[in-house]
């Protein structure tokens, strides 16, 4: 049984549980906000979240859980079997995390929790999520899922990054850049969500937002 640590809130820990669920391996889920307890920092080298218990051991940092239940769980695989499709996965994940959810997480602060950031910044964030959402265009294939005829784990990360990254530019520029640089980004996104699995996601999403909020 696996143990996943994080909160409902968090896309990277959204796009584990995902994973989890369309694996079909049996796990329980464990609120743990992010902390620099000795506690947590035991279980997680930094105190992020997410993080999973195995039989043998916890394990951090969401793109290596998500390579980590491929092995261990080879049933319902959710990475290409060709080396070189593979590879490609990674690339187009490692490509939307890293070139732009990481750059549009600048914006984040302004819009889900009312700090202000500079016009600078956002003018900045603006051309570099640009140049990031024109490359990953070239990547994805929508043919329907992200990188083909096969649902993958491209299509676990993509959906909530690019949902949430075209909410945040719509609030900040009034355009959804992610709709802007992908056509037909917003029926793939509708595909995903047709997945009863992504309609749980999204629906504890909500409750834990929903929390969040009325908490703070």
């Not at 980590?68 to 959710?78: C, N, R, T």
């Not at 202000?116 to 603006?126: F, G, H, L, Y």
């Not at 005829?149 to 990254?165: C, E, G, K, M, N």
């Amino acid at each position: 049984m696996i143990t996943l640590y994080g909160v409902a809130i968090s896309n990277y820990y959204n796009k584990i549980k995902f994973a989890l669920m369309e694996k079909d391996i049996a796990f329980i889920e464990e609120f743990t906000p992010p902390s620099q307890s000795e506690e947590l920092l035991k279980r997680s080298p930094l105190g992020k979240i997410p993080f999973i218990k195995t039989s043998d051991g916890y394990l951090s940092e969401s793109q290596a859980i998500l390579e980590y239940l491929e092995d261990a769980f080879p049933e319902h695989p959710l990475y290409p079997t060709d080396a070189y499709e593979r590879g490609k996965c990674r690339e187009f994940i490692q490509h939307l995390e890293l070139n732009v959810e990481l750059i549009a997480r600048r914006l984040y602060g302004e819009v889900l929790f009312g700090n202000a950031i500079s016009q600078e910044t956002k003018d900045e964030v603006r051309a570099k999520l640009d140049t990031g959402l024109k490359g990953l265009a070239k990547l994805l294939k929508l043919s329907p899922y992200a990188l083909g005829d096969r649902f993958s784990t491209a299509d676990i990360v993509a959906w909530p990054h690019l949902q949430l990254v075209g909410f945040v530019t719509q609030k900040i520029y009034g355009e959804n850049l992610v709709n802007t640089h992908i056509p037909g980004i917003e029926a793939y996104i509708q595909l995903i969500e047709s997945r009863p699995h992504a309609q749980i996601v999204s629906a504890d999403r909500a409750k834990a937002l929903e929390a969040f909020f009325r908490n703070k």
